[in-house]
């Protein structure tokens, strides 16, 4: 078991034939991943990398059988992207694009919420089922098969837990990287409650950032929901400054709320085990593991 | 991107915005111009001389005066030009003031009191939209409302599918206590600021004071507003509002590289791939015993060129005393940017403070070697923990 890609997913790569979703379909492929395609308009009944190009999302859909979407488009035509693929009936929608206008975002958000689809992102680093599937940008091989789940805003973060986990023995089930806009599709709390209901992951780090209140939410919903596993929990940013924009579009700090140590508290009270230095996740989720 | 009110006004004013009218200056001598032409143009007696800096407070830190006449125009305007002028937002150095705004009065006496009220529009993140915030409380400082008496912010959410209805402005207004023509006027208002602020893809609009005037008239009397980096490609007209002379030279010269750089007071700075990372590595500077010197993200393609506009960007910050680099190399190969460190400190010449280099990811032992046999006064770590205790280490030998 894992969450939301494994080996029988069917992925297809919009924006296929660009520069970084050629370079990325091709990684992917490497790792096992089972791309069917890819849609770039105008350029549909060609072959790229050995796979067909169509020219919409739904004859990706209706020919290959796609149910998995990897976005690589522009950030001016990514939102509209996101609509097509969940218009043709895709399950996961995954978009790498960063740098889509806020106003776009809170249109495709609202488009798709009564579509039955997943979106996770945008300016993520996608998602990885260890050892089975990859959807996304992380480099393969710091992933090892496991029992961890990770919720991350963050791309080299992740790839930063991730390797710890490797090394303390642990490894991976899925790594979600929910993306660092102020909207993205699967919040901290929804991807954090898809790891809950996964067998196969035994504890989850949750990497989060300041700004927004997506790692609050979350955090209250594991405690409502009994700690029914240990999650090991980390906020960057405990010396940002208030008011300027770190990166990422969302890592702003607003008020009292959305500070790291705010976060931490409130992860802290719930129950999460809060590391203050991104140095002692893996360290720590051995631990709380070994204590269980 | 932040803009200075009297661009802001300019933008409100072309979707119909009623604001206080006002001419930009740079001299007294322009100001005193600028304020006969503004009487033929409004009528207005007395003249309000606003200093134009990115910050708020200008009035309780002497850069907003009102003028009589036009000799206390060109006096005040004296005054204001080439200040230092301090806010609680300007941090205790203060900001220079280039230019003043010369703006009519608009709290002439009349029929009726001139009250002041408050509105904003931003982005509700937990609710994926736009939400209208609006208070009697106009005039005071925002967060202090939302502190001490919550009930008196009054909120719109607005639903992407239909935009702002009229029924939400009509709401508002009445929220506010308005009648008759200013409740009319109010609605007028604020339908034309949502329609500027949507077409403008603008991030953040605070109106902080609207005025209702003694003649029932509603406008803008300030305006902040703050435009989406990420849309500029739809707005090419809106680039030439940004005013480097309100950012920091280090963050310009950065931005000139693409480099991702926010500069702070501390004394070891960071050079760091990826926006996540990069704060967390700050986090490290912190629990190792040091002070950040600032946010610099790399981005996802470091090479020998990005590194060296990195560090010399951190090298002219005076209070660097040691440069922690940590890079995690996905895409990125380590050996590159083990290469682009040793080759950027080659070309820079003589680096007098000490580094730490971690180098994780791909091919990371290769980079570690690069640097340990490039004879340079660097420090390699491969596990994050090690460049901490290198930081610290590091900044204990320099005390």
Known sequence: MSVLVNKNSKVIVQGFTGSEGSFHAQQMIEYGTN???GVTPGKGGSTHLDKPVFNTVAEAVQKAGADTSIIFVPPAFAADAIMEAADAGIKVIICITEGIPTKDMVYA????????????????????TAEECKVGIMPGFIFKKGKVGIVSKSGTLTYEAVDQLTKAGLGQTTAIGIGGDPIIGTTTKEAVELLMNDPETEGIVMIGEIGGGMEAEAAYWIKATGNKKPVVGFIAGQTAPKG???????AIIGGADDTAAAKMKIMEECGIHVVHSPADIGETMLRVLGNN | MNIHEY????????????????????????AVE???????QTGTKWYVVKAQIHAGGRGKGGGVKLAKNLDEVREKSKDIIGMQLITHQTGPEGKKVNKVLIAEDVYYPGASEPKEYYISILLD???????????????????EVAEHTPEKIIKEWIDPRVGLQQFQARKLAFALGLEGEAHKEMVKFINALYKAYVETDSSMFEINPVLKTSDNKILAVDAKVNLDDNSMFRHKDFVALRDLNEEDALEVEASSNDLNYVKLDGNVGCMVNGAGLAMATMDIIKLSGGEPANFLDVGGGANAKTVEAGFRIILKDPNVKAILINIFGGIVRCDRVANGVVEAYKNIGE?????????????AEEGARIIDESGLKVFSAVLLKDAAAKVKEVLASID
């Open chain 1, 35 to 37: 791309v069917v395609g």
């Open chain 1, 109 to 128: 958000k609202e488009y798709i919420q009564d579509k039955d689809c997943r979106l996770i992102g945008p300016n993520c680093p996608g998602v990885m």
């Open chain 1, 244 to 250: 300027r924009r770190m990166g990422h579009a969302g």
């Open chain 2, 7 to 30: 661009q802001a006004k300019d933008i409100l004013k072309s979707y119909g915005v009623r604001i206080q009218e006002g001419i930009v200056v740079d001299t007294p001598a322009q």
């Open chain 2, 34 to 40: 600028a304020a006969r032409e503004l009487s033929n």
């Open chain 2, 125 to 143: 993140r937990g609710k994926a939209c736009n939400v209208i915030m609006a208070s009697t409380e106009g005039g005071m400082d925002i967060e």
């Open chain 2, 351 to 363: 680096i007098r403070v000490p580094i730490i280099v971690r180098l994780q990811g791909t091919n």
